[in-house]
């Protein structure tokens, strides 16, 4: 079965940086579409950004030019850089993968089927 574990999570002051990080195993990571999701209480699950294999990206508007979603694929782990973090940027984060080709980038998480656990990020 696909393995998604995510890490780097945490309590941060506005202003401030994490860095999130997904290790992939189980599958040719290389070839999937990978993503990162986030839910806020009370929120339905968002997606922040997706790398698709073939290098192309998406991000929600809110992150863009804060977060950078990025992919090792000799170490088959995704990640995000998130900057100048606000307090409307907190919830639980989530990694995602789908092995299917997408003609477009898709930040809908109904299109993703694997998922990691989790990493909560809290901003205040």
């Known amino acids: 079965d696909v393995q998604l574990v995510e890490s780097g999570g945490g309590l941060v002051q506005p202003g401030g940086s994490l860095r999130l990080s997904c290790a992939a195993s189980?599958?040719?990571?290389?070839?999937?579409?990978m993503g990162w999701f986030r839910q806020a209480p009370g929120k339905e699950r968002e997606g922040v950004a997706v790398?698709?294999?073939?290098?192309?990206?998406r991000y929600v508007d809110s992150v863009k030019g804060r977060f950078t979603i990025s992919r090792d694929n000799a170490k088959n782990t995704l990640y995000l850089q998130m900057n100048s973090l606000e307090p409307e940027d907190t919830g639980m984060y989530y990694c995602?993968?789908?092995?299917?080709?997408?003609?477009?980038?898709?930040?809908?998480?109904?299109?993703?089927?694997?998922w990691g656990q989790g990493t909560q990020v809290t901003v205040s």
């Open positions: 995602a993968a789908d092995g299917k080709w997408f003609s477009v980038v898709t930040l809908n998480p109904s299109d993703f089927r694997h």
């Open positions: 189980r599958f040719s990571f290389s070839t999937y579409s």
């Open positions: 790398r698709n294999s073939d290098g192309r990206l």
